[in-house]
């Protein structure tokens, strides 16, 4: 699988129905090839046009609020938070390959 899918996967867009290719690309671009921080950058992109329209609205006895925006956020921010406490490479183990065991 490849980044660009990935970061499709982790946002739910797996139609490629929100972001193009191309546009997925753009995020890991700007996010220096971290999936995660690519699919926070996404999130908060889809959050903030969905910011656009209305949040909550009241018609009589029936009230409707949009959380998804909120949902989103929180989603980016947790991949961010994921994303800052992995470790850059893995815990060093030692090479006992070609070492002889002496009994």
């Known amino acids: 699988m490849t980044d660009v899918e990935l970061v499709q996967l982790k946002i739910g867009d797996t139609g490629a129905t929100k972001f193009t290719a191309a546009q997925i690309q753009a995020f890991l ?11 926070a950058l996404a999130l908060e992109s889809r959050a903030a046009s969905l910011s656009e329209g209305m949040s909550s609205e009241k018609i009589g006895d029936y009230a409707y609020t949009m959380k998804k ?3 989103l956020l929180a989603l980016a921010a947790r991949y961010r938070e994921t994303d800052a406490n992995t470790p850059e490479i893995g ?13």
């Not at 815990?91 to 009994?103: F, K, N, Q």
């Open 69 to 71: 925006v909120d949902d």
């Open 29 to 39: 671009d700007m996010a220096d090839g971290s999936v995660l921080e690519a699919s």
């Open 91 to 103: 815990i060093a183990e030692p090479d006992l390959i070609g070492v002889t065991e002496y009994v």
